[in-house]
């Protein structure tokens, strides 16, 4: 079975902070994406990448950047964390380069203060 | 632009059917998903069609796709209270890219 992992289930930052949000695949997967999840507006990606150290832009990477070292590693990172990036965030990944099942974390309730 | 819209709320009592629906605009989109999300826990895959599929069965789910009106949507036969959850309509292009719906809250009542 896929597992995909991310580093904390809650989190509480304070206004200004960097925030660290790892994410982990441990089935080799070429892509990982970063999704933010809040009521009403559905899955929004962030960035996604397609390989190790490519990244990509998705429809909302305003505010974020991201890493991805090692193939089973993409890190979300907030330089300067803001109270409107309070929400959920769902790391996911998928095999190949067409069109796959995407494979999600369990996310990350991130609560910024 | 791609969108994938599908209403916010849907409740039913245990043993009825659901149905959930769902319309995208993309006419080029490859496959089409459903997905549940569980409180607390991250998205699964439910089910999947390819485009050129009108039904799919697998046992108490039964999903229809009409291309020409860009509709798909989700039929949970013999409603349990453990399908309480949330469900997502997805569709991809054969790209990176998936697009999700806001997802509908199914509410099982007992």
């Known amino acids: 079975d896929v597992k995909v992992t991310q580093s904390s289930r809650y989190l509480v930052k304070r206004t200004g902070e960097k925030v660290f949000l790892e994410c982990v695949q441990d089935?080799?997967?070429?892509?990982m994406f970063w999704y933010r999840q809040d009521p009403g507006l559905g899955l929004r990606l962030i960035y996604f990448?397609?390989?190790?150290?490519?990244?990509e832009k998705g429809d909302i990477p305003e505010g974020y950047s991201v890493s991805r070292e090692k193939k089973e590693r993409f890190s979300l990172i907030l330089e300067s964390a803001s109270t409107n990036q309070t929400s959920m965030y769902l790391c996911?990944?998928?095999?190949?380069?067409?069109?796959?099942?995407?494979?999600f974390g369990p996310g990350t309730r991130l609560t910024v203060l | 632009g791609e969108d994938v819209e599908q209403s916010l709320f849907l409740s039913v009592r245990e043993g009825d059917s659901s149905v959930i629906n769902c319309t995208y605009t993309?006419?080029?989109?490859?496959?089409l998903y459903w997905y549940k999300q569980e409180p607390g826990a991250g998205l699964q895959l439910l089910t999947y069609?390819?485009?050129?599929?009108d039904m799919k069965q697998d046992q108490r789910l039964t999903v229809l796709l009409n291309k020409k009106d860009k509709h798909l949507s989700l039929r949970i036969a013999d409603t349990q209270t453990g399908d309480s959850a949330i469900y997502f309509c997805?569709?991809?292009?054969?790209?990176?890219?998936?697009?999700f719906g806001a997802g509908t809250r199914l509410f099982v009542k007992a």
């Open positions: 996911a990944s998928t095999p190949g380069r067409s069109t796959d099942t995407q494979y």
């Open positions: 089935m080799d997967h070429e892509n």
């Open positions: 990448s397609y390989d190790v150290k490519m990244k």
């Open positions: 993309d006419s080029s989109s490859t496959y």
């Open positions: 069609i390819f485009s050129n599929m």
């Open positions: 997805a569709e991809s292009t054969g790209g990176f890219k998936t697009i």
